[in-house]
């Protein structure tokens, strides 16, 4: 079966503009979770949606938004970008959440905040 | 084989040694542990997981312990070969929703 899709790859976006990063989860599974990577900081949690409700929220600033469809495609928004957003985004998508099943990752967006 | 006692950010074995990687875990109510490999340009992918009724489980040339009382994680691979070089990151389980991931040591399989 198809995996987790993440559209696009690659972004270069200024300081201030807006994004937006889009995922696709397994078929048939509910729950996708966003995560964010840098080298000094890991991977951090942004959220966690399951059927189009967002259940769980990690510790970013309001400028990360994030939203999730009927048919669990989720999508993440980050507004007025600063430097520090550069980072590897991930989304990992499971049946029920990802502290439960097994979580299943996509290769991630590389934003660029030039 | 070759161990690290502590977590260390990298780990550089012999081909055809056995790994054994570290991993810490902070929250003693944690009962679901998972370790990811990452490779390079790619998203983290599942190896194993266990929960916490268990102190062993084993898969494919892999092999984690777990060991509750000092809240301590272990990831064996056997045999470690080229394509076994990547991130490896441990992950505990926060609430059903959310994952907290250790920061990572890189293996790196010498020829």
């Known amino acids: 079966k198809a995996g987790v899709t993440q559209t696009p790859r690659y972004l270069i976006k200024t300081r201030g503009q807006q994004v937006t990063l889009s995922c696709s989860p397994i078929?048939?599974?509910?729950?996708v979770s966003w995560y964010q990577q840098t080298p000094g900081q890991g991977l951090q949690f942004l959220f966690e949606?399951?059927?189009?409700?967002?259940?769980n929220k990690g510790n970013f600033p309001g400028r990360f938004s994030g939203r999730q469809f009927s048919n669990s495609r989720s999508e993440m928004n980050v507004s007025t970008l600063e430097l520090g957003d550069s980072a590897l985004y991930l989304c990992?998508?499971?049946?029920f959440g990802t502290g439960n099943t097994e979580a299943f990752f996509g290769q991630g967006t590389r934003l660029t905040v030039v | 084989g070759e161990s690290v006692g502590l977590h260390l950010p990298t780990l550089s074995v012999q081909e055809g040694d056995n790994s054994i990687i570290n991993c810490a875990y902070s929250n003693s109510a944690s009962d679901y542990f998972i370790w990811y490999k990452q490779e390079s340009g790619k998203g983290p992918q599942f190896i194993i997981d266990?929960?916490?009724?268990?102190d062993k489980r084993q898969g494919q040339r892999v092999t984690v312990l777990l060991n509750k009382t000092v809240k301590h994680l272990s990831l064996q691979i056997a045999a470690t070969q080229p394509g076994d070089s990547a991130v490896y990151f441990c992950a505990e389980k926060d609430n059903d929703y959310k994952l907290s991931f250790g920061a990572g040591t890189t293996v790196t399989v010498r020829a």
């Open positions: 266990i929960r916490s009724n268990m």
């Open positions: 990992a998508s499971s049946f």
């Open positions: 949606y399951f059927s189009e409700t967002q259940r």
């Open positions: 078929s048939g599974h509910r729950s």
